[in-house]
């Protein structure tokens, strides 16, 4: 398997161009539990596991924004997503754990 170069970005710039772009996709690796108790705006819960069966889900024309709990998961879900034909796929710095940090808007 060829490893594909992933671009990551900062959860603040993230968040601005997550404001500016509507149509970026956010998804969120963590299990449904962890997504249930908190997640970025807008995200939609997409566990790592069942990411290669609901890949279909997503529009592989617009950008997507991968986030998980500290990034782990992110970048293999982006792979994922790239070997898929996505173009524009990037992941958030230092997870959900880093977006809170920084005191960004979460949703419950």
Do not use: N
């Amino acid at each position: 398997m060829q490893r594909i170069e992933i671009q990551e970005i900062d959860p603040e710039e993230a968040w601005r161009e997550m404001q500016a772009r509507p149509e970026i996709q956010v998804v969120d690796m963590r299990d449904p539990e962890s997504y249930r108790t908190y997640h970025v705006p807008g995200a939609r819960s997409i566990p790592l596991a069942g990411l290669p069966r609901r890949v279909g889900e997503l529009d592989s024309s617009r950008p997507v924004y991968v986030i998980c709990m500290k990034g782990k998961r992110s970048l293999e879900g982006a792979q994922i997503l790239s070997e898929e034909g996505f173009a524009e796929v990037f992941t958030i710095a230092r997870g959900t754990e880093g977006w809170k940090d920084m005191g960004l808007p979460l949703e419950s």
